[in-house]
């Protein structure tokens, strides 16, 4: 499963991307606004630092089909061949879809709250299907049942098209999709660092420094 970064705070993407093994960041218009400066601009700068390889996922914000494929694009010809382009699984979108998966270009379909959204998507061409779990579960319904019906019909109709879960909210949501076997998930960094922060670790690594301490002396270490 791959682990992508769902932010584009040059800083936080850059604490996270040298310490945990994940694999790419994906942004929204949302995230790339919250940085108060030109998106292009970030997102040439996030392409860096991740250097080529790792995914990077860019979101048009046109309505129309034809705005939907030429900023698709043109955001390919500034970040590269390999980015994903996020398109929402609106009636334009489906249009923007078809087109740009024909052309080869990598689509994203974001925005999923239903099922058959993703299932229309896949057969649209998208390489992933990215379900809002928590946006489901503040609805009122439950984003990872919801997740784990997409992946039944991908499974079931043999799809190429890969799960993509995207806005969490906590680290539990993230292993119940570990478990779906989804090909990835997306989530900002302070939910990230939830997967492996454990205070109960930290106090039994103290007490079994404390211990060797106390024979080989405070700040002493086997190095
Ligand atoms: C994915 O890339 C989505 O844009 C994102 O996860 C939405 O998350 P939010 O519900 O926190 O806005």
Do not use: C
């Not at 700068?45 to 996922?57: D, F, I, S």
């Not at 500034?78 to 078809?98: C, H, N, Q, S």
């Not at 993230?174 to 900002?188: Q, S, Y």
Request: proline share 4%; net charge negative; no cysteine.
């Amino acid at each position: 499963m791959l682990i992508l970064i769902d932010d584009a705070n040059l800083e936080d993407v850059a604490a996270i991307w040298s310490t945990l093994p994940v694999d790419g960041v994906t942004t929204n218009p949302t995230i790339l606004a919250r940085q108060h400066r030109d998106p292009l601009r970030t997102l040439r700068e996030l392409r860096e630092l991740l250097g080529a390889g790792p995914q990077l996922h860019a979101q048009v914000v046109g309505t129309e089909p034809d705005v939907m494929v030429n900023e698709a694009l043109a955001l390919r010809g500034e970040l590269g061949e390999d980015l994903f382009v996020k398109i929402p699984v609106t009636e334009a979108g489906y249009v923007a879809m078809r087109r740009l998966s024909a052309q080869g270009v990598n689509v994203t379909a974001t925005a999923i709250h239903a099922p058959m959204q993703a299932f229309l998507a896949a057969k649209a061409g998208a390489r992933y299907v990215a379900p809002y779990i928590n946006r489901l579960d503040n609805l009122g319904a439950d984003g990872v049942r919801v997740a784990a019906e997409i992946q039944t019909l991908l499974d079931v109709h043999r799809m190429d098209t890969q799960l993509l879960a995207a806005s969490f909210k906590n680290s539990q949501q993230i292993t119940e999709l570990a478990k779906l076997g989804a090909g990835a998930v997306t989530a900002a960094p302070a939910v990230l660092r939830n997967l492996f922060r454990n205070a109960t670790t930290d106090a039994a690594v103290a007490e079994q420094r404390a211990d060797l301490e106390s024979v080989i002396g405070a700040g002493h270490t086997f190095a």
